[in-house]
């Protein structure tokens, strides 16, 4: 089969892979779409990202297709119901071992041994992948596995959302203006929060996202008579992951506000805060990591036809297509998608 191997930062190439035989309690999917999220590009330039990669890998961790085939005779899915080839389908890339500390006491997101699909073993940018039943959940008939690449991001950010403590006359903040800042977006949008604003430096996304989620207000970051207010938001969801974007985060609480760190930053980064701000104006300063106990009810907003995801994908490309995107040669992309042909 097809698939692309990253065998070296910066080092993407197509290759000819053996099908992938599932195991025990594991299926085959015929690979339909996968995203290509921030974390793939991270992996690609050499950045740790949220666990490290295990090079040569073939990457892709949002990932839907068709069950092809049934590692043993009966395999129950992670929605309880028995496989069968043919099943349309989505995947959680997270497995977790079930024994660690955190994993006996409900902190799947923190499991000491996890293992990543398109990570630490091989992912959806091939024809075929393999992976646990466990993660493995079936499709409701009116969603599109276009629309489907967007569960895993989205349970992600719902598990941020729940960090949160919500009410609708509060004002917010989002720092960024990429795929899971729109997602945030909308997900606040349809919480009633009042007011909801957006930085970042790209006008052309800033302006998709004022269309989709009627911000009240954009800023670019760019430019200083640009930037959102201090003291001002009751919410402030910090979704870049670099210094200076968690510095604005920051700055941007009025006294008692919410702060959630969802931007993947690298390990050894460092920004500066004020101690006593964070005492003076009781600031509740949160971090979301990974997407426990999300993936069915991402499923469920998704088919409920509420979230706007076919608006942010702005390219569908072919896996051939896909180094040109790692390497920067293709622009403007808010969100793109592989689309794997019969």
Known sequence: MRALVLDRTRGLHMRQVPVPRPKAGEVLIRTAFTGVSSTDRGIYQGAQGSIEANLPIILGHENCG??????TRSVTLADGGQAAEGDRVAVDPNITCHRCDYCRNGRPELCRHPVVIG??????MAEYF????????RLPDRLE??????????????????????????????VGDGFMAQLFAQLL?????????????SETKLARG?????LHAVYRSDKRRQ???????????????????????????RHGAQVLMFGVGRPDARFTMNAYDIYRKEL??????????????????????????????????????VPDLMSGSIGGVIKAVVAFGD
């Open 66 to 71: 068709t069950v092809a085939a049934i590692g």
């Open 119 to 124: 990570v630490t073993r091989g992912g959806g």
């Open 130 to 137: 393999s992976a646990p039943a466990e993660v493995v959940y």
């Open 145 to 174: 596995f276009l629309e489907s690449t967007a569960i895993g991001p989205l349970s992600c950010a719902l598990h941020g959302i729940r960090c949160l403590d919500l009410r609708p006359n509060q004002r917010a903040l989002i």
């Open 189 to 201: 949008r349809i919480q009633g929060i009042f007011q909801i604003d957006m930085v970042g430096l």
């Open 210 to 214: 004022k269309a989709l989620n009627n």
């Open 227 to 253: 930037t959102p207010p201090r003291d001002h938001y009751d919410l402030v969801i910090e979704a870049v992951g670099v210094p200076a974007a968690e510095t604005m985060a920051i700055k941007a609480c």
């Open 284 to 321: 509740t300063i949160k971090g979301s990591f990974s997407n426990p106990c999300s993936f069915d009810d991402a499923i469920s907003l998704l088919a409920s036809a509420r979230l706007d995801i076919a608006g942010l994908v702005t390219h569908t490309l072919s896996l051939e297509q």
